[in-house]
């Protein structure tokens, strides 16, 4: 089963600003819009952006709208997540997920990767 891979993330200082990396090996959902969701510890996981498959719609969660930028390059099929200006609360784990939905819904989306940490200290 072919799975996302997500990298990029590590210990950060708040105000910093991290670039998140979604990888699809073998040119796998290439036409899925793509998702990154984050959960934190006793959280439930919540979605922070998506990219349609075409990379020219893209939706953002409130709390990260103006901060966050997603994007796509599709010569490499590749999916960023742009964090800038980062608070102690985007701390989570980031998953990436795929599906044919640009939904908010973690349940709308069959295909995940492992997750990559985020953390910011204060």
């Known amino acids: 089963q072919v799975r996302l891979v997500e990298s990029g993330g590590r210990l950060v200082q708040a105000g910093e600003s991290l670039r998140l990396s979604c990888e699809a090996p073998g040119g796998a959902f290439e036409m899925y819009s793509r998702a990154w969701f984050r959960q934190a510890p006793g959280k439930e996981r919540e979605f922070v952006a998506v990219i349609d498959r075409l990379g020219s719609r893209t939706l953002y969660s409130e709390s990260v709208q103006g901060r966050f930028t997603i994007s796509k390059d599709k010569n490499k099929n590749v999916v960023y997540l742009q964090m800038n200006n980062l608070l102690p609360e985007d701390t989570a784990l980031y998953f990436c997920?795929?599906?044919?939905?640009?939904?908010?819904?973690?349940?709308?989306?069959?295909?995940w990767g492992q997750g990559t940490q985020v953390t910011v200290s204060s």
């Open positions: 997920a795929a599906d044919a939905t640009t939904g908010r819904q973690a349940g709308g989306y069959k295909n």
